[in-house]
């Protein structure tokens, strides 16, 4: 299916407002196109030299005003109802990417940059409801207008309406050329716009480190040459527009009035025909009418070729292969898990996980060590799937983790990274995520079973204290509770714990460690340390290097070993007294 088709989709899910504006217009039209008529009655008939008669006349002004009044009345309801049913074709576009895009695998978030995404979503749809506030009114306006003109012409001089005829085929291969054209610089346009979005937004993500560096200049140069190029392409499309636009329509305009004074001129000058003073001028007024519509389509061309390219753009990410979200729910499971044989590679014949076995069974604790690139990290990405699998498989409770939508496997699934997210709102919010299940009551035993209150007490609001965006206004240690607690307050059966401690002081990882040994009993819990004092009570701990498993055990039996794991914890002891 074509973009212009899947837009002529989207319409039709609304096409109760804009059919009823179609309507208006086609009356307003109507009524604007019997004006002319009326003029040309009252010149031919009623204003003779030395014979006028007033009363007719009068009449007929009133009904040329009614109709005026009645016209400005229709194309008022006409515009609104197009509004209308553009605003709800985009809302329901919008509404239709968020939530696709909420079904994409990390995957895609991982090689796209946010700005980029955001791109898609607003300024990408925006143009395409320009499209049908704009581009759809103004041609449904100046077709329904053109045709309506040309009925008037063949009524008054069938002549010289076929020889306007002649702009229709001109003005259809003048678009076609210049849609092959701009749909280059459009194209060109809109992924600059969507490169300059994700400059922006990682520029804001990463103001600390711009300044700390002192690299403002550099980033500055940067979205420069980003903009000219994007400004590049504008100049290239205006003169592209500005070709099309007045130039055109004017030279045309001038021609056909060439034409028309020649034709009239000529008859004139025959004895067996000569032309009214009404028919030359309802002649004038129809063409003058004819050549404003023309102007609005021809204009049109640069918003219509905008809007298309966005609208391939939106469609792109429709088109991308999402999950649907399952409202499918199962039992708390113990939280047996079972990796055997498992490869995975991020790209291609790469892994970064080879051949690993190994189990963790309710209510153990599991730690992953090694150094960075180890694979520690590509272990919770399977287990939580937000990957799956390259070889092998996953069980929880001897069920394969694929053979579950990911939405219900992770129903009993928390997490803790290791820079916490928090989202705008407060602090309960943040632990509860507006989910319904999750109680005023029990936000607030999971973060007192955190040992928050000990560290959140100093704010003015406490537990609803406001939080704005990725929580800038806490301190890491902070975030890192909440996080937690949110975790906790989900009840999970297995509980990742992704460098949970490695961001925090030594005080807040002494109030974590407390309450994780209260709250491991009867969950499953994996966690990934670079601090290897945090893991010393882990019933199992993997030793990673390379994707491999080298080494696994409890922490004395693997101090015994004196290998990878005894010379890790030995440099971080050393490192501590020094």
């Known amino acids: 299916m074509t973009t212009n088709q899947r837009l002529m989709r989207y319409a039709m899910y609304f096409k109760k407002p804009i059919l009823l504006g179609l309507f208006f217009l086609t009356i307003a039209v109507f009524t604007e196109l019997v004006g002319p008529f009326i003029a040309k009655y009252i010149i031919d008939n009623y204003m003779i030299i030395g014979q006028i008669e007033l009363q007719p006349i009068i009449w007929l002004l009133v009904v040329f005003m009614i109709l005026a009044i009645a016209t400005a009345i229709l194309r008022y309801f006409m515009y609104i109802y197009l509004q209308m049913g553009a605003n709800r074709i985009v809302q329901k576009m919008r509404q239709d990417v968020f ?224 999950e649907p979200v399952s409202e499918q729910s199962i039992p708390r499971y113990k939280g047996n898990v079972s990796f055997d044989n498992v490869s995975f590679a991020y790209k291609d014949e790469d892994y970064v996980l080879k051949n690993l076995s190994f189990e963790a069974k309710q209510g153990e604790t599991i730690a992953l060590v090694g150094h960075t690139g180890s694979g520690k990290s590509s272990i919770m990405n399977l287990l939580f799937r937000f990957y799956d699998p390259s070889k092998g498989s996953i069980q929880i409770d001897g069920i394969d983790v694929t053979a579950v939508p990911r939405q219900t496997m992770r129903e009993h699934m928390g997490i803790v990274l290791q820079d916490p997210y928090l989202f705008t709102g407060t602090i309960a919010s943040n632990v509860s995520l507006n989910h319904p299940k999750i109680s005023r009551e029990k936000v607030e035993e999971a973060l007192q079973a955190v040992g928050a209150e000990r560290v959140l007490a100093n704010l003015p609001q406490g537990y609803d204290e406001p939080v704005i965006e990725k929580g800038s206004t806490l301190s890491s240690g902070q975030r890192q509770l909440v996080s937690f607690a949110r975790a906790l307050a989900f009840d999970p059966a297995i509980l990742i714990l992704d460098e949970a401690t490695s961001n925090i002081d030594t005080e807040t990882e002494e109030i974590i460690q407390h309450a994780m040994d209260v709250l491991k009993k009867g969950r499953t819990t994996f966690i990934i340390a670079h601090r290897l004092s945090t893991i010393k009570n882990a019933d199992r701990i993997l030793v990673l290097d390379r994707g491999e498993i080298v080494e696994r055990g409890t922490h004395e039996e693997l101090l015994t070993y004196g290998g990878i794991y005894e010379k890790m914890y030995q440099m971080q002891v050393n490192s501590l007294q020094a």
């Open 99 to 322: 939530e696709h895009i909420q079904t994409l695998p990390i995957q895609y978030f991982d090689n796209l940059p946010a700005g980029k995404i955001v791109a898609r979503v607003t300024n990408d749809t925006e143009a395409v409801r320009n499209l049908y506030v704009q581009v759809l009114s103004n041609f449904a306006t100046s077709f329904i207008s053109i045709f309506g003109v040309y009925i008037a012409l063949f009524i008054l001089n069938w002549k010289m309406a076929c020889l306007a005829l002649l702009m229709v085929p001109i003005v259809y291969i003048w678009m076609v050329l210049y849609r092959k054209v701009a749909a280059k610089y459009n194209d060109v346009i809109r992924t600059k716009i969507a490169d300059i979005n994700a400059m922006i937004n990682e520029s804001i993500q990463g103001m600390t480190i711009i300044q700390a560096f002192r690299r403002e200049k550099q980033m500055t140069k940067e979205f420069d040459d980003l903009n000219n190029e994007h400004y590049t392409y504008e100049r290239k499309l205006l003169v592209l527009d500005s070709a099309t636009s007045f130039n055109l329509v004017n030279t045309l305009r001038l021609i056909m009035f060439a034409v028309f004074i020649v034709y009239f001129g000529r008859q004139s000058l025959s004895t067996e025909a000569i032309v009214s003073a009404g028919t030359l001028y309802a002649f004038v007024d129809y063409l003058t009418k004819l050549f404003n519509p023309i102007t609005n389509i021809v204009n049109q061309f640069s918003q219509l070729e905008r809007s298309i390219v966005a609208g391939n753009r939106v469609f792109e990410v429709l088109d991308m292969s999402g």
